[in-house]
DNA sequence: TAAACGCGGATAAGTTATGTCCACGATTAG
DNA sequence: CTAATCGTGGACATAACTTATCCGCGTTTA
């Protein structure tokens, strides 16, 4: 049936981030649409969420748009993720132990649900290996995937 | 804005799968629903998709009902989550690096996106946390939470 | 033979995801 | 000063998904 899954947006915003911290100047929202090929006004929504979480800071006006608030080395993949996917776990423990027939005890409910448990300790794991990789690392594999040159044309990319 | 979430059936089938590793029989949908407190039509859709992924396997007819396929402590929480959710990574690359003016090349395309392995990576982890427990495991910490006496009374429950 | 049960398909309401569009204020180039 | 560029927030629209409900069918048993 239906499977979970992340929103499309974290792609795009963690791309936009990898492409921030190789920017000299502030990159307008228009830029980074057509870099990647994607949707400008929706893109626009996701900028102004790592905005909201202080990942990047923005510029108004004329020359203005987005950098990076923190080097790219301070900011990690779970970052990215957590500003557009929001603060909440994946799985949300309804409590069904507390009803039926044989609900459990307010005694037993001072502890959270088994489930739960183990379902939040996934969730930190999942966590755990998101926050060891930053924005920086990924600048790192683009250069070794794509050669050296990559952020050098994207520089003068950005600069037309 | 939109969170990475998990559908609520997950949590009914770990439920389910930790009341029938007690059963001493087939349970019906009906005993499961009404022990559980919920739906038992949308239950029913969740057990078919146990019964599909061979965790459960279905008696028909009068006295018929859903039993466990192999001990409980050979199915791990993993197997019922990929069940219901479907075997799907969350994360799915829609491999933005190669549009734009500046496509990434054919050559570094034979690797996956960095983004991508970062993201697979960390399902993956989460994936390793949810095979470490089991059904049974899941049945200890209940004794240990709610007391000895809860699975027996569950059992006189079913029997009625 | 009737009641209890699982199975699969059709259906539908509510919510979320994915965008689009516009009015507004800020900034800057000319 | 005026145009053009840019971010911001809100309203709006549509497709997809979640969360169910219901029905007819075949199976099994009291």
């Given at each position: 049936m239906g499977d979970m899954k992340m929103s499309g947006g974290v792609e795009w915003a963690v791309h936009c981030c990898v492409v921030l911290s190789q920017a000299e100047g502030p990159v307008p929202t228009q830029r980074l649409a057509e870099f990647h090929?994607?949707?400008?006004?929706?893109?626009?929504?996701?900028?102004?969420?790592?905005?909201?979480?202080?990942?990047?800071?923005?510029?108004?006006?004329r020359v203005g748009g987005y950098r990076l608030t923190r080097p790219a080395d301070e900011i990690t993949v779970l970052d990215v993720v957590l500003a557009i996917e929001g603060l909440e776990p994946a799985f949300r423990c309804t409590e069904i132990r507390q009803n039926g027939p044989l609900p459990a005890s307010p005694t037993a409910c001072k502890r959270p649900?088994?489930?739960?448990?183990?379902?939040?300790?996934?969730?930190?794991?999942?966590?755990?290996?998101?926050?060891?990789?930053?924005?920086?690392?990924?600048?790192?594999?683009?250069?070794?995937?794509?050669?050296?040159?990559?952020?050098?044309?994207?520089?003068?990319?950005?600069?037309?």
């Open positions: 090929g994607i949707s400008r006004t929706y893109l626009a929504k996701h900028l102004q969420q790592l905005s909201r979480a202080g990942l990047v800071s923005s510029t108004e006006g649900c088994g489930v739960n448990r183990v379902m939040q300790a996934a969730e930190q794991a999942w966590r755990a290996a998101l926050r060891e990789v930053t924005i920086a690392d990924l600048a790192v594999t683009v250069t070794k995937d794509a050669g050296p040159q990559t952020f050098v044309r994207v520089r003068e990319w950005l600069a037309t």
